[in-house]
């Protein structure tokens, strides 16, 4: 058991809405980063964040935006909703110590951009 | 440039019949490597990572892997197939978080 969770499971929207889907990180997890998995394809990454702080990000442009809590809980926002941001959306958190590269997925959120 | 490759899209084998799945990769420092297998409508679950040290690693659910330097690949295997091995499985190299990438995946059927 990861201890990952996020929500919601699925979502609809329409282009041109936003969107904030949610992760919770394992306990004690302070790094979480998020992927985009479109249908077919391996995850793709999006952006991490470490204690707060955005410390890296992929090919996505600023619509894509985050923010994580001290309660180890962090937040994907999507603004202007386009038809191919219709994805698998996972966040996967990993921690200190020993195991520190190895992250943890939580069981993403489907959106679905109409 | 990094880059992960699973040259089969797809692999159809019989249940009880040994499995290979193959991962080629392009990393300029030491990798550190992962397969991680996802079922339908699912998130990712990490089946086993290498490091360092004995290049051949167990697993989760009966999979092991060999990491081979010369190859650059990182190939998974099991000795005998589970219907509920049937899932898509992913390689993924990195060092980890931001710069973690992964193949397109490789689709596994288990025929009865």
């Known amino acids: 058991e990861t201890g990952v969770t996020q929500s919601p499971t699925h979502l609809i929207k329409t282009r041109g809405q936003q969107v904030t889907l949610r992760c919770s990180s394992q306990s004690g997890h302070n790094t979480v980063s998020w992927y985009q998995q479109a249908l077919g394809q391996g995850p793709q990454f999006i952006f991490q964040y470490y204690r707060e702080e955005e410390n890296g990000r992929g090919n996505f442009p600023p619509r894509f935006s985050g923010l994580q809590f001290p309660n180890y809980s962090s937040e994907l926002n999507v603004n202007a909703l386009e038809l191919d941001d219709s994805a698998l959306y996972l966040c996967a958190s990993s921690g200190p110590g020993q195991d520190e590269e190895t992250q943890y997925f939580g069981p993403g959120t489907r959106l679905l951009v109409l | 440039a990094q880059s992960v490759t699973q040259p089969d899209i797809h692999i159809t084998v019989s249940e009880g019949a040994s499995l290979e799945l193959r991962c080629n990769y392009s990393?300029?420092?030491?990798?550190?490597l992962f397969w991680y297998v996802q079922s339908p409508g699912q998130g990712l679950q990490l089946l086993l990572k290498y490091f360092s040290g004995d290049t051949l690693v167990q697993g989760i659910k009966g999979f092991e892997a060999e990491f081979k330097r010369s190859q650059s690949s990182f190939n998974l295997r099991k000795p005998s197939v589970h219907w509920s091995d049937a899932a898509e499985y992913f390689c993924a190299v990195g060092p980890g978080g931001f710069k973690t990438i992964f193949g397109a995946g490789t689709r596994l059927f288990v025929k009865a």
């Open positions: 990393y300029g420092a030491t990798p550190y």
